[in-house]
């Protein structure tokens, strides 16, 4: 299951989080956004207790969005020990991310 994260609790989740994170980038008006929402939340229940899954809405928490320079959504970054190691920007298959989570695991 995904977290949803904001401005304010972003570096409390993310950056100190002791397992690697999936974060989504995403906003309700993003078609693609939505089609990659489910895949996420299924690799958070699948993942659960060796990863983290976030979710971090642009329009309301421009602040992370900016810090990162999130220009196009979604966007999905990989964290691990809380730097960034991984990006996928657009919809993609559910394996695409596996794999990528699969590789900081």
Known sequence: MAINVT???????VSKSEVPVI????????GPCR????IVEEIGAEYEGKAKVVKLDVDNNPQTATQFGIRNIPT????KNGQVV???VGAVPKQ???????AIL
């Not at 401005?7 to 989740?13: I, N, S």
């Not at 974060?23 to 993003?30: L, T």
């Not at 695409?96 to 699969?102: A, D, H, Q, S, T």
């Open 86 to 88: 991984d990006k996928q």
């Open 76 to 79: 999905i970054l990989f964290f």
């Open 7 to 13: 401005d304010a609790t972003f570096d409390e989740v």
């Open 35 to 38: 089609m990659v929402g489910p």
């Open 23 to 30: 974060v989504d980038f995403w906003a309700v008006w993003c």
């Open 96 to 102: 695409v991310l596996v794999n990528k989570l699969e």
